[in-house]
């Protein structure tokens, strides 16, 4: 009996994998290291390679080694390695983000703090309220327990919570409310207070989790901070806080942490047994010693008005080259969101700005339901503001090639 040709054979799929849609924005990095030209990045979230401190990191992972030999390469705790643990909790006591250890899990990058509090909430079937514009990673992953998205369009403001009452007398109450509530990814607006108040109010009412996804927060560059949803619902079991070091610090480290009730925590101990038994333990040991180092507020110190000169620039860019185009004005954070004509299709524009030379994130690749078609994201983060002018100017062209 001959083996039958590979490509006849029918896969058994499970029913979920319908539901993985994978991501637009991690397949960029795949799409862009393979071009052979030079292209001015603005399509992926990482912080700038001058912002990597790779010489003390260098030098922290040589003590780290040194300190645990072996041993740093053993199987970690599933909740974190003891030093990391203590090392955050130290640093989050001096913010009002203060927490407990029963509170706490570290997990590898946000993306998996994501996973886990969707495991434990989502049934297939579920409405998952999310913003519009949103992160499509944090409703890929939603989408992959099965979840039905109801969108909350976003303004200046962050999320039009007051609009949650109404769509909810039309379909009912969300399961779990996704919020990024400090500089948006995409739209890099921040959530009022007024409507963080609210929004934990009404998630009360209906009993509602909220996932508080927030990379951003401690990267404010102009303006007030505003408590957090994490400081707002101080013990209320159904805010669940997802932190990663991937902005902060380097996102290739994927070490994150989950700050929940302690119910929630044990429960994502379990699945995060079953899902890769612990965080990458060099990376976290070499973390810790970042933090216990008490490198971090100096490192934050010197990011935020760089953020700052880059958003600008990447502003006065954009006025110049494309003055018909809307873009927003964030506080923090690595986002514009910028709106062209409506008659310019900026996923058609994707090809034509990339033959150029430039990578954004398209707007439809945003919103769960493919709307934002003459909208798109750029990080004005990782590019300086030489090369962002650069990039501005080849985005133009596209533009003006198309339209
Ligand atoms: C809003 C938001 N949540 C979560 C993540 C994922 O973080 P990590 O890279 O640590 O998994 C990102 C990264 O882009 C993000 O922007």
Redesign the pocket.
């Known amino acids: 009996m001959g083996t039958p040709a590979v490509d006849t054979v029918a896969l058994p799929w499970a029913e979920r994998c319908s539901s993985l849609v994978g991501s637009v ?1 991690d397949s960029s990095t795949a799409l862009l290291q393979q071009q052979k030209h030079d292209i001015v990045r603005f399509a ?2 990482s912080p700038a390679a001058e912002a990597i401190p790779t010489e003390l990191l260098d030098e922290l992972s040589g003590k780290a080694l040194r300190e645990y030999g072996a041993a740093s390469f053993d199987y970690a705790a599933t909740e974190g390695d003891p030093a990391l643990r203590t090392a955050l909790l130290d640093v989050l006591a001096a913010t009002p983000e203060s927490t407990t250890s029963d509170r706490l899990l570290v ?8 996973d886990l509090a969707s495991k434990l909430f989502i049934n297939p079937g579920d409405l998952v309220a999310v913003e519009a514009p ?2 499509t ?2 409703t890929a992953t939603v989408l992959s327990y099965g979840a039905r998205v109801l969108e909350v369009p976003v303004d200046e403001d962050g999320m039009r919570v007051e609009e949650l009452p109404e769509l909810v007398e039309r379909f009912g109450p969300p399961r779990v409310i996704y919020t ?1 509530p400090n500089f ?3 739209s890099g607006t921040t959530l009022s207070l007024p409507r963080r108040r609210l929004l934990l109010e009404l998630a009360g009412r209906w009993g509602s989790v909220v996932i508080d ?4 927060g401690w990267l404010r560059f102009s303006g007030d901070d505003l408590p957090s949803l994490r400081e707002l619902g101080a013990g209320n079991p159904l805010v669940v806080s ?1 932190r ?4 902060i610090l380097a ?1 290739g480290l ?3 942490w989950v700050d929940a009730d302690p119910r929630v925590i044990r429960r994502m101990i379990n699945a995060k047994q079953a899902m890769d038994t612990c965080t990458n333990l060099p990376a976290q040991l070499l973390v810790a010693e970042f933090l216990a180092g008490g490198h971090l507020a100096d490192h934050l110190v010197g990011l935020r008005p760089e953020y700052r000169r880059r958003k600008e620039a990447m502003q006065d860019a954009l006025r110049q080259h494309l003055p018909f185009a809307r873009f927003t004005d964030p506080d923090g ?3 514009l969101w910028l709106t062209l004509p409506d008659e310019v299709d900026t996923s058609a524009l994707f090809d034509v700005a990339l033959a150029e030379g430039v990578a954004f994130i398209p707007g439809r690749a945003l919103s769960a339901s493919g709307a934002f078609g003459n909208s798109l994201r750029l990080c004005f983060a990782s590019t300086d503001p030489a090369r962002s002018l650069e990039g501005v100017q080849r985005l133009a062209r596209a533009v003006h090639s198309v339209h």
């Open positions: 924005i992926m979230g997990t590898s990058g946000g993306m998996q703090g994501l949103t992160y990673n944090g990024i948006q990814n995409p996804d927030d990379p951003y997802v990663t070091f991937s902005k996102p994927r070490v994150g954070g690595f986002f």
